[in-house]
């Protein structure tokens, strides 16, 4: 096999980001103030049993300041430690197409508006994306970068039911499907390690992935964080949870890229919540980077690369 540019045995993110805006770019985090329809009562109630937003709110994203106002100060930020970059406005928290859409479509607006933002990059849930808001992204990915981000969180049903997602794998494929050949660079979001999901489970959703018309992949680890209904189950019945050591984690981790189709941009391997709000497990701080190096590491010493075990059309 030959490795990419950055001698990295899997598609990296940074190497993907450089050929494609060839400068530093940074995401700055934006919060509407959205709800999703598994907290308001319209599939649901509590929101997902591991959520907890704080987890991934910056202090300069309030709802309370509009999303010029909260962009100026994410840039403020950044741009004090990197002189030159681009920037690209992260719809990060809650569900973010999941409102009126003349609202949804304003404030995407506003943030191209911004002088300094050459994109979107929009989290979301399947059940929460229509045609019409499709084809309005679709118009913008003429003139910008758009990155529509689904969060999969598990292909299993019977998982996507425990943690209360209140939608269905099918409608992840759904929204797949109506999603591409749109100009959007398509995203997911996957959880390794959601209570009752074997080791064969979590491979298998690599091999489910890799048929999807995604792009971009992020991995997180499962981490239960104060304020959610996982703390309290984590308390009551310890039982549910295989929570992975750094090691094991690593190990499954490699095995996953094998399994991976060769062209899915990896963007990270880990959630890294504050501290104040982690409960389990603790990696004594790992930072992503870090990680990072112990997988490039370990999969040389195992010999395995992306997609070395993919097999098309399986
Ligand atoms: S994980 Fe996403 S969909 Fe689930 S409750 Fe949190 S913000 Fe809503």
Redesign the pocket.
């Known amino acids: 096999m030959s490795f990419n540019n950055n001698n990295k045995r899997y598609n990296d993110y940074s190497s993907f980001i450089k050929k494609k805006f060839s400068e530093r770019v940074q995401k700055i985090s934006l919060n509407t103030g959205f709800t ?1 329809p ?2 308001d009562g319209t599939k649901g109630v509590g ?2 049993t ?2 907890n ?1 704080n987890t991934f709110n910056p202090n300069y994203c309030k709802p309370s300041k509009s999303i010029s106002e909260q962009l100026d100060s994410g840039i403020a930020f950044f741009s004090k430690k990197y002189k030159t970059q681009q920037y690209l406005a992260y719809f990060q ?3 973010n197409t999941y409102a009126d859409i003349n609202l949804v479509k304003e404030l995407y607006l506003e943030a191209l508006n911004h002088p300094k933002v050459i994109g979107l990059v929009i989290g979301t ?1 399947p059940d929460c994306i229509n045609d019409d808001l499709i084809n309005f992204l679709s118009e913008l990915s003429k003139t910008y970068y758009i990155s529509l981000e689904f ?1 999969v969180e598990s292909t299993l049903d019977k998982t996507l039911k425990m943690v209360n ?1 209140c939608h269905t794998f099918k409608e992840t494929v759904d929204a797949y499907e109506r999603s591409k050949n749109k100009g959007l660079h398509l995203g997911a979001h996957l959880i390794i390690g959601l209570p009752g999901e074997s080791k064969e489970d979590i491979l298998n959703h690599a091999t489910k992935l890799s048929k999807l018309p995604i792009n971009t992949l992020k991995l997180h680890q499962l981490q239960v964080v104060k304020h959610t209904m996982m703390a309290i189950q984590l308390k009551e019945k310890p039982e549910m949870f295989s929570l992975y050591s750094s090691e094991a984690y690593i190990d499954l981790v490699t095995e996953f890229i094998a399994l991976l189709r060769p062209d899915i941009i990896i963007e990270r391997f880990i959630s890294e919540s504050p501290a104040h709000l982690l409960i389990a497990p603790k990696w004594n701080g790992l930072k992503n980077f870090e990680m990072v190096a112990k997988i490039d590491k370990k999969l040389v010493e195992k010999n395995l690369w992306q997609g070395k075990h993919y097999v098309e059309n399986f």
């Open positions: 999703c598994n907290r929101g997902c591991y959520c937003n928290a809650y569900t849930r969060g997602r």
